[in-house]
């Protein structure tokens, strides 16, 4: 399963490190994704890394700010958010695409493992 955490609340401009856990199988092999999803709006996808940790994609509205990384060696990956924002405030889950050795991806649909999420709340 993959668990996230580090969620909570924080202030506008603070900061907050989400971590995901796998257990059961590595995810060394996998892509993983952040996405998030605030009450009554779609599931927006955050950031990706690629199963080496070479590459990284961000979205638009995240970029500049957010920084993912992994470490394969403890099967764990890292969101670290920065200059939050209100509108920041979401479900935050993380994702794999059990594929080995295939690409990041920014769409949702093409993530086949997800964790149960983690709420970030930030007040203004």
């Known amino acids: 399963q993959l668990v996230e955490s580090g969620g909570g609340l924080v202030q506008t401009g603070g900061s907050l490190r989400l971590s995901c856990a796998a257990s059961g199988r590595s995810i060394s092999r996998y892509p993983m994704g952040w996405f998030r999803q605030a009450p009554e709006k779609e599931r927006e996808f955050v950031a990706t890394?690629?199963?080496?940790?070479?590459?990284?994609d961000y979205g638009n509205n995240v970029k500049g700010r957010f920084t993912i990384s992994r470490d394969n060696a403890k099967n764990t990956v890292h969101l670290q958010m920065s200059s939050l924002k209100p509108e920041d405030t979401a479900v935050y889950y993380c994702?794999?695409?059990?594929?080995?050795?295939?690409?990041?991806?920014?769409?949702?649909?093409?993530?086949?493992?997800w964790g149960q999420g983690t709420q970030v709340t930030v007040s203004s």
């Open positions: 994702a794999a695409r059990s594929t080995s050795y295939t690409s990041r991806s920014s769409r949702a649909e093409e993530y086949d493992w």
């Open positions: 890394i690629s199963w080496s940790g070479g590459a990284t």
